[in-house]
């Protein structure tokens, strides 16, 4: 069913100005314990190599297991989290769950595709903390305020084991230089922090969440996470979207190859095929964002 159908929208006057004005918004309790169950079960198949991957899945191990510092005490343990299940059937109801979506389109828009999926894992025992940072640094679109996140608590989402941090109304600056943070020895694939933000750091929230609960945010908004202090894990699931009506700026070409899936409005069930920003000297190289890169990979 889409927002438009629906008596009430999915997100109220009052929520939409949250989310304009912060960054961000939570919806707790939004999605049924049913859902969450089959999810945390095929995940438990994945990682424990009960079922296949999906094609394009990457199943991460833990930067501290594959340099050997800990031993993990089970296969679940020693990984991070999965990228890219939009072609497993179980998880991919996530992406395409309508109470997601109803959101989602109260945001962007009726038209609307997915872009990236995740699920993590954050295991005990290693560092595992996300430094803070905004996730336009890892996407091609423009402009910013046409993308936004999901993010579900699997599990109760806690101080202790790791809960998100945001920083209300970030948003509303510039993509910041990130860097690998100095401070942090064990730094897993692809974690940068933004640079010089100390600060702003003052001004943190964290979101605790209840299973179910759903955070939506805005790209530019910096967040992250803290380590696991518990002996459980810290589980949650994740998918990007965007309007339709984005641009391509990366000066990056694999643009042809991607087709990225639209799953909400007229088009559903197509394969994205927009615009690239035309004019060459606009376009970005995702690179020079990153300070020193690839140092440390
Ligand atoms: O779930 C987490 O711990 C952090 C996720 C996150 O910030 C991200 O992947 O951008």
């Not at 989290?81 to 989602?104: F, G, S």
């Not at 990236?116 to 005990?124: A, G, R, Y």
């Amino acid at each position: 069913m889409n927002a438009a159908d629906r008596h009430s929208p999915a997100l109220d006057a009052d929520e939409l100005a949250v989310y304009r004005e912060h960054g961000y918004v939570v919806k707790r309790g939004l999605i049924p314990q049913a859902d969450l169950a089959r999810w945390l079960a095929r995940l438990d198949d994945i990682l424990e190599e009960r079922v296949p991957k999906s094609e394009g899945m990457l199943v991460m191990k833990d930067v501290m297991v594959a340099k050997g510092k800990v031993a993990p005490g089970s296969r679940a343990e020693a990984i991070a989290k999965i990228q890219d299940y939009e072609k497993d059937p179980v998880l991919d109801t996530y992406t395409t769950h309508h109470a997601i979506l109803d959101v989602i389109e109260c945001i962007v828009g009726r038209d609307v595709q997915t872009i990236h999926t995740m699920l993590i894992n954050k295991p005990p025992n290693v560092d595992g903390r996300h430094p803070v940072h905004q996730d336009l640094l890892y996407f091609p679109f423009r402009p910013a305020d046409r993308i936004v996140a999901s993010w579900t608590a699997l599990e109760p989402v806690t101080k202790e084991n790791g809960c998100l941090v945001v920083v209300p109304g970030s948003q509303r600056g510039e993509l910041r230089t990130h860097e690998n943070p100095p401070d942090i020895e064990d730094l897993n694939f692809g974690y940068f922090g933004a640079a010089g933000i100390d600060a702003e750091l003052e001004n943190r929230v964290h979101l605790e969440m209840d299973p179910g609960d759903t955070v939506f945010f805005h790209p530019m908004l910096l967040h992250g996470s803290g380590r696991n202090r518990t002996q459980g894990f810290r589980r949650a699931i994740s998918a990007h979207y965007t309007a339709l009506d984005v641009e391509w700026v990366w000066k990056q070409d694999d643009f042809d190859a991607r087709r990225y899936r639209i799953v909400r409005g007229p088009r559903a069930g197509e394969r994205w095929a927009g615009a690239r920003t035309p004019d060459e000297d606009a376009r970005i190289d995702p690179r020079t964002l990153i300070k020193g890169f690839p140092r440390g990979r």
